[in-house]
């Protein structure tokens, strides 16, 4: 079952043509890694899967239904998008995790209880107290993580997750990615500029170059190595 379907989707800025068009879908439940050097349009393309930028053409249909004006803000309502740079507010972790939930016109209660099982189920309850400035880059990013999986999305854009992080901060991310993923079948989408993390998490890896994706397919067969 298709969640995305992305149909000769482009992007312009100006007279370059920096996503050109694409034809792709996404399966509910699969981790696409969308790897490629910097400049390829990956952030891009993720941002118009988002549907926080608008495509230059094309057609997108997200949860089997088109993106339109009218459509896109319920339809972003159910995904959820992890940066590079972890933003974290002067307040604490608890409520830095909260803001995920500000526009969702939930009960306090309902909202802190929410807060208090997401930290749980990543195992960050010890720092729910700690004020979000006193964090080390990579638990930082895990906070991050959780403000966005609080909003429980059905699809979650990574986009460059681990980017700023060290080897153990990115082994720790990336097995949280994996969990959310087998426990509540998220689609996740993934870009990433390092082949190994594609391979490790993904089930099928697109590669962009110039905007144009060279190659799409199972892992296995896009890295084959004869
Ligand atoms: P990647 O994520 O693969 O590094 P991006 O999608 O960020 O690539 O960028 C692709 C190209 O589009 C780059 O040449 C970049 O400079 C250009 N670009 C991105 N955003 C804008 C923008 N808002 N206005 C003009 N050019 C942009
Ligand atoms: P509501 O529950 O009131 O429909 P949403 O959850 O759709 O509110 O989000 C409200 C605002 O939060 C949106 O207008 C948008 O600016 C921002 N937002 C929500 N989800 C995303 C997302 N996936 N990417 C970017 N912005 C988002």
Known sequence: EDIITARGLAKSYGKKEVVRPLDFSVKKGEILAIIGPSGAG??????????????????????GEPVTKRSMHALRGRMGML???????DRT????????LSYRNLPKKERMERVSA????????????????????GEGQRISFARVLVTRPEILFLDEPTANLDPVSTQVLEELILHENR?????????????AQGQRLADRVAVMIDGAFAQIGPVDEVFYQP
């Open 42 to 63: 990956k952030s891009t393309l993720m941002r118009m899967l988002d549907t926080i930028e608008p495509a230059s053409k094309g057609e997108l249909i997200i949860f």
């Open 118 to 137: 997401i930290l749980e189920s990543m195992g960050l309850s010890r720092f729910a107290e700690r004020g979000g400035h006193s964090l080390s880059g």
């Open 83 to 89: 940066f590079q740079k972890t933003v974290l507010f």
């Open 93 to 100: 972790v608890a409520e830095n995790v909260e803001l995920g």
């Open 183 to 195: 426990v509540n079948k998220t689609t996740i989408i993934i870009n990433t500029h390092d082949q």
